[in-house]
């Protein structure tokens, strides 16, 4: 049983798709701005930050578009929670934004929405986007 709460939040970000789908995609891009290093092997990526690692299963991805993650230890938990990365581009002004979607409980939501906040962030700093 989830006692996550889902949350979404979109970032507008001045990059093009292409470029920003390798920063969300692949274990070289994650590691500029999602964690000190990452690693795959598969459908699993090893997260690395300081003195600690966390490994994610790949659920889903379309190209250029979207990846989907759900960490190990929801896995093994039975948990339906994952982490979602979308690129979103407006038909109308071709404004790009990535959507974030992800869980937390209901006490942390707050915090995790600064954590990605401050993930966006460095990702928008090593893009050179402001």
């Given at each position: ?8 939040i ?15 995609s ?70 790009v ?34």
């Amino acid at each position: 049983m989830d006692d996550k709460v889902k949350f979404e939040i979109e970032f507008p970000i001045h990059a093009s798709p292409q470029l920003l789908y390798q920063y969300i995609s692949t274990p070289s891009g994650l590691s500029e701005w999602f964690s000190d290093n990452v690693n795959s092997r598969g459908e699993f990526f090893t997260f690395i930050w300081d003195d600690s690692e966390e490994i994610a299963k790949l659920l889903n991805k379309k190209t250029g578009e979207r990846i989907k993650f759900r960490w190990m230890e929801d896995e093994d938990e039975g948990s339906s929670c994952y982490f979602e990365i979308r690129i979103q581009v407006d038909e109308i002004t071709k404004d790009v934004s990535l959507m974030v979607t992800d869980f937390a409980e209901e006490d942390e939501v707050e915090e995790s929405k600064m954590l990605w906040t401050n993930q966006i962030s460095s990702l928008k700093q090593v893009l050179g986007s402001s």
